[in-house]
């Protein structure tokens, strides 16, 4: 089964793609060849850039926040584990903490080596990282792996609250969907939105094996998502003679 996920608010849609470049960081970090390091710090840099709203970190205190007060909220119900919520409110708590004591943006702190910022002005031209271009990042990609890796840690270590926080965010709310499987006759299907309910996240999973890729469009108010086939030269095209089902979560 394939999850897709398509955001409904803009604060949803920014954590999404930096919880996308975490994962991708986190892979690279790992690795010990150096071109895997050169792609680890471009991603450090992606980052910082989509990070660059003002009001990112503003946004995932106050979230953080109305969380932590929703579950306090849940103290003394019955029907919630003491022991699970204890451990939810300490993580909210502990992201919080971590998140508040940062100065400044994401990556403020990188912006002040100016080494990295050598790099990070030429990496997005093409080739424009070459050992005479860069001679002290070509001589930084011969040093041990260990060492590189070292590096990327302490680097990666200025991120890492926003990624706990935005990780924490989405997995909360991604449990509070309900989800429920849904049919798409000739591969499209609608679904008018209660204006009362204030949906932030929109998830899809469907069978692989059908080979369709879902094509969402939505708002506030609407959900229409297209099944779509794709051609040979690549092209997507309806899948009007398709009947499939799939599993449909409104997050919010």
Same mark, same amino acid.
């Given at each position: ?5 398509? &955001? ?7 954590? @999404? ?6 994962? #991708?960081? =986190? ?15 471009? =991603?450090?840099? !992606? ?10 970190? =503003? ?18 119900? &019955?029907? $919630? ?7 939810? @409110? ?40 070459? !050992?005479?271009?860069? &001679? ?21 270590? /200025? ?6 926080? $935005? ?29 009362? #309910? ?7 999973? $469907?069978? !692989? =094996?059908?080979? @369709?890729? &879902? !094509?969402?469009?939505?708002? #506030?108010?609407?959900?229409? $998502? ?22 449909? /979560?409104?997050?919010?």
């Amino acid at each position: 089964m394939i999850i897709y996920e398509y &955001p409904l608010s803009e604060s949803i849609r920014t954590m @999404l793609r930096l919880e996308h470049l975490f994962q #991708r960081l =986190t892979v690279l970090m790992w690795r010990e060849d150096p071109v895997d390091h050169h792609h680890a710090l471009a =991603t450090v840099f !992606e980052v910082m850039d989509v990070a660059s709203r003002a009001d990112l970190k =503003t946004d995932l205190l106050r979230d953080l926040d109305r969380y932590k007060n929703q579950f306090m909220s849940y103290r003394g119900n &019955p029907a $919630i584990q003491e022991a699970v919520l204890d451990e939810v @409110l300490g993580r909210l708590e502990q992201a919080y903490s971590s998140l508040q004591s940062l100065a400044g943006k994401a990556g403020q702190s990188l912006q002040a080596n100016d080494w990295l910022m050598s790099i990070r002005s030429r990496i997005s031209i093409p080739g424009g990282t070459c !050992e005479f271009d860069l &001679p002290a990042y070509f001589a930084w990609q011969h040093l041990p792996a260990a060492q590189r890796q070292a590096d990327l840690h302490g680097w990666v270590g /200025t991120l890492a609250p926003f990624a706990q926080a $935005i990780q924490l965010m989405l997995g909360l709310l991604r449990d509070a969907g309900h989800p429920h499987m849904v049919a798409a006759p000739c591969g499209q299907y609608q679904q008018s939105l209660k204006e009362s #309910r204030n949906y932030q996240l929109l998830r899809l999973r $469907i069978d !692989e =094996t059908l080979g @369709l890729i &879902p !094509e969402v469009s939505a708002n #506030r108010l609407m959900v229409s $998502i297209r099944l779509m086939r794709a051609e040979t030269d690549g092209k997507l095209k309806l899948a009007a003679d398709s009947d499939a089902g799939f599993e449909l /979560t409104l997050c919010a």
